[in-house]
């Protein structure tokens, strides 16, 4: 079964890249890649007593789903969300462990409510105003496959619009050596049901058996190993060399044991 | 939308493990929460405990999962033929075309808590029997449910707090009607853990007494636990007269608040109006709600407020968390199951530990069983982050 939508907005937050645009010419090998820490953009959207309370997930979940809104000319209030995340706010989940392992175990009411896996999204609503469903889900290492699988399936399902957010930070010790991420990072994706003047490819997806594509620059292929939503980054690069080179590329992305996701992407300029 | 047949269903909670044992504790209306003596908590309150979850041995090949959350994945699997249902799904569909989609809030966290006691003196290091993936990640029971069934096709937890395990249907619904699919287990499993007891006590919303949902003086919550599981597949062409099938779904956003609803219950009455527009039902269709109802001052009114404002005040309704315990994660999926037992039995059940309904919510809500047909059930699943999902189950035939 053949999954087919049109993607309409990027945006991408990691180590070494600040945003979509130029994110693109490290993707397609025309700029070195210069490893640096992820640098998270302060949550504008919220009002200031939220913004305190947010961590590190929560910035980078809200700055890439913006970022993927406003490269998609949409509104964040109108699309459904589909979001992802290997293990939520790290730094929140260890001070709790800690505060629950000491002879004091009061923990603040922020930190509880930090502490759902879906904090991010809820965040989001206040921020964006969205009422729409939100989708909140964990694979694991296949977090990145399972949010794309989602969110294909309600375009096509539903014949509706979808924003993906995935997004990942890392704990800190010592939870860090039990669960070792490289560094926070996060991808946002609209896609539309139909092709529109603003589509800027076509998205295939079928599930498979073949193994995942691995990106050949040896630094990307580290981040896309050692970050649960760096997955996509073979996505993400066929993106950008699709719009550049007017090109088909197929490739497969990782997700679970014995079910990976092959996706073919097509231009849609020019035809 | 098109509809989804349950070809099977189990609930395990403080309320017994499988059916019989559920709907035999709804009949004689009484609370199974007891004074928590889970681990060594210091807090005054309730809990709905599973019993015999420390007994369950996990297959030896599956024994990096071993943790409460996954003991009572497996206990709950293990019930009213469920296993069975599910292999013959597979021999039917192949093991690829069968998904796994699980709610769950915390999943194994309790390993962490656990190991964060026994950190190295000298470098702080977690015990090296310690492994985060098959227990403390949220996915880890939907990772264990898909490797116990040796399955191959998409998996994946939906954990949105205490909307997670009615989200899952929805997942479910999506990925069957893309094609994707042609059968998935869903449900919830959420376990005891100190992390939501000491949570919720630092929100002040559990109760020092057995929870009271929509009582005027309720304080909040009881914990509880629960695993709750439905094979649910496309609607075949013969089905037995009592099956049951899940009509509608509706989910919505608050967009409000991290830890409170909506205090107009906004949000709850899209998630429910969606559900009614998807089963294309009207409200006096509606028999019996079970009510999200957990207990607490805000999410009792906010609730009251929107069913009131769709349903008026005349539908059977109740909560049965003064009977389970609030299950969090698990919810969902457990209040799917009793929805499914309430057009079974045609048997509604009643809220307990009520002294004194709250006057300021003009609702039917039930303090007595009633036995009288029923046709069509909603559920309604709110969670913090302001996740809502109420779904409307029906039988095929007529009651």
């Known amino acids: 079964m053949k999954l087919t939508t049109y993607i309409e907005g990027t945006s991408l937050i990691g180590p070494a890249f600040a945003d979509w645009a130029s994110a693109q010419p490290v993707l397609l090998g025309q700029q070195a890649y210069i490893a640096s820490k992820t640098v998270l953009p302060a949550p504008a959207v919220l009002p200031p007593a939220e913004r305190r309370r947010t961590g590190a997930i929560v910035k980078l979940s809200l700055a890439v789903g913006i970022a993927a809104c406003e490269d998609a000319q949409q509104d964040p209030k109108t699309l459904p969300c589909v979001y992802t995340s290997s293990s939520g706010d790290g730094d929140n989940c260890h001070a709790i462990c800690e505060a629950l392992a000491s002879s004091d175990r009061a923990i603040s009411p922020t930190r509880f409510h930090n502490s759902v896996h879906n904090a991010a999204p809820g965040y989001w609503g206040i921020a964006t105003g969205a009422m729409t469903n939100v989708s909140v889900l964990c694979a694991f290492d296949g977090s990145f496959g399972a949010g794309l699988l989602e969110s294909l399936a309600q375009v096509v399902a539903d014949q509706t619009a979808v924003l993906l957010i995935a997004a990942d930070s890392p704990y800190p010790e010592p939870l860090q050596s039990a669960r070792p991420l490289a560094d926070a990072l996060g991808i946002g994706l609209v896609f539309k049901p139909k092709r529109t003047a603003n589509s800027r490819v076509q998205i295939d997806i079928s599930l498979t058996h073949s193994p995942a594509s691995h990106m050949a620059n040896v630094a990307l292929e580290h981040l896309r190993l050692h970050i649960p939503a760096a997955r996509g980054l073979p996505l993400l690069q066929a993106i950008a060399q699709v719009q550049q080179s007017n090109a088909t590329q197929s490739l497969v992305l990782d997700y679970l044991d014995n079910c990976q996701i092959a996706v073919t992407v097509t231009p849609c300029q020019g035809t | ?399």
């Open chain 2, 1 to 399: 939308m098109n509809p989804l047949y349950l070809s099977s269903y189990t609930a395990t909670s403080a309320l017994g493990h499988g059916l019989a044992q559920t709907q035999d504790a709804l009949k004689q209306s009484r609370s199974h929460l007891v004074p928590c003596a889970f681990d060594d908590v210091d807090l005054n309150t309730f809990i709905g405990k599973v019993k015999g979850v420390e007994e369950v041995s996990l297959p030896v090949h599956l024994s990096r999962f071993n943790c409460r959350n996954n003991q009572l994945a497996q206990l709950g699997l293990t019930q009213d033929g469920f296993e069975d249902a599910v292999r013959a799904a597979i021999a039917r569909y192949g093991n690829q075309r069968v998904g796994v989609f699980l709610g769950t809030s915390t999943a194994g966290i309790l390993q962490t808590e656990l190991a964060y006691r026994r950190r190295d003196a000298t470098s702080g290091a977690l015990p090296p029997d310690f492994i985060y993936g098959t227990t403390h990640n949220t996915y880890s029971v939907a990772d264990f449910t898909r490797s116990y069934f040796d399955l191959e096709g998409p998996a994946v937890v939906i954990s949105s707090a205490c909307s997670s395990s009615a989200k899952v249907f929805s997942t479910a619904r999506r990925m069957l009607d893309a094609g994707l699919i042609d059968a998935a287990i869903v449900g919830g499993v959420d376990t005891l853990c100190l992390t939501t007891l000491y949570g919720f006590n630092s929100l002040q919303l559990i109760s020092e007494q057995v929870c009271r949902p929509f009582d005027v003086n309720r304080n909040g919550i009881s914990i509880g636990e629960a695993a709750a599981f439905a094979l649910v597949e496309r609607v075949p062409t013969d089905m037995n007269a009592d099956a049951i099938l899940l009509l509608g779904i509706g989910e919505s956003s608050d967009a409000y608040h991290m830890s409170s609803p909506h205090p107009e219950g906004l949000g709850a009455s899209m998630a429910m109006q969606f559900a009614l527009d998807a089963a294309g039902l009207k409200p006096s269709d509606i028999d019996y709600i079970n009510l999200h109802g957990t207990a607490t001052q805000s999410n009792d009114a906010a609730e009251g407020k929107a069913v009131h404002q769709i349903f008026g005040s005349n539908t059977p309704c109740s909560s049965t968390k003064g009977a389970t315990g609030h299950t969090l994660g698990a919810a969902g999926g457990l209040e799917a199951v009793i929805s499914a037992l309430a057009l079974q039995n045609n048997f509604m059940p009643a809220g307990l530990n009520v002294n004194q309904l709250d006057p300021a919510t003009p609702i039917q809500y039930l303090l007595k069983n009633q036995s009288a047909p029923v046709q069509y059930v909603l559920s309604n699943s709110f969670g913090f982050g302001g996740t809502n999902c109420s779904l409307i189950f029906g039988k095929v035939t007529k009651a």
